[in-house]
């Protein structure tokens, strides 16, 4: 009999992050974004940069994810990622400051020296926003 829930847990170098039944996951991994549901065939996978978003019952939440890992089980979902934050604790005015500054930074390039860092920093900063403001619409 397929399961008809996930444990969905993430942790990072800090601890655990969240540890919660669900519906369905989706993560950012290494070569695009993933969905997972219950009965999901097992397979492991790079993460990139992005948002963990979930859904349990009507309820949805986000989390941003800054490379790791993920295994996936039939009935479970484990993240380790490098960095990752709950929405609630996104600091919106820092964020929206790094974005800007990385913007600046990416236009006053003049050759590929410091252009991934800068993207990085751009990437980061706009997922923390997204995450940030999905919240707030909930």
């Known amino acids: 009999m397929l399961p008809d829930k996930l444990l969905l847990e993430v942790v990072t170098p800090e601890g655990l992050l969240l ?3 669900v519906d369905t996951v989706q993560a950012p991994g290494e070569l695009g974004y993933f969905g997972v549901l219950p009965g999901h065939r097992p397979f492991f996978s790079a993460l990139g940069m992005g948002e963990i978003s979930y859904k349990a019952g009507k309820q949805s939440g986000h989390l941003t994810c800054f490379w790791g890992f993920c295994e996936v089980l039939p009935d479970r ?62």
Do not use: N, P
């Open 19 to 21: 540890r919660e039944e």
């Open 77 to 138: 979902v484990s993240i380790l990622a490098e960095v990752g934050e709950r929405a609630e604790d996104i600091d919106v005015a820092r964020a929206e400051k790094d974005r800007h500054s990385a913007a600046e930074r990416l236009k006053a390039l003049r050759d590929e020296a410091g252009f991934k860092e800068a993207q990085a920093t751009y990437m980061k900063a706009v997922t923390r926003l997204s995450v940030a403001r999905k919240r707030r619409e909930a």
